[in-house]
Nanobody
């Protein structure tokens, strides 16, 4: 499992971004994929996750604004972020939960929401 996250950047409040997490390695053992974020001075927190069966879970703070999805043909998981707020500013990480259990992290991608 090798995860590559991308799509971060600077966006104004109310704007949108789409993050991508591409897995260039094996997918056989992956049970779920998730997006986490870590703001300065805060702990890393779960933003959204999706299981191999397609079930999704969201943090209360992003429900109705963010959508996690997956493209199995491309081995990629997406996080569509709409109606962004300054408090969404953080480094966003993708994570793969595999059998074992084993956890695999991608490198972070910075999202900055500011006017």
């Amino acid at each position: 499992v090798q995860l590559q996250a991308s799509g971060g950047g600077l966006v104004q409040p109310g704007g949108s971004l789409r993050l991508s997490c591409a897995n260039s390695g094996s997918i056989f053992s992956i049970n779920a994929m998730g997006w986490y974020r870590q703001a300065p001075g805060k702990q890393r927190e779960l933003v959204a996750s999706i299981t191999s069966g397609g079930s999704t879970n969201y943090a209360d703070s992003v429900k109705g604004r963010f959508t996690i999805s997956r493209d199995n043909a491309k081995n990629t998981v997406y996080l569509q972020m709409n109606s962004l707020k300054p408090e969404d500013t953080a480094v966003y990480y993708c994570r793969a939960d595999a059998l074992g259990p084993k956890l695999y992290w991608g490198q972070g991608t910075l999202v900055t929401v500011s006017s």
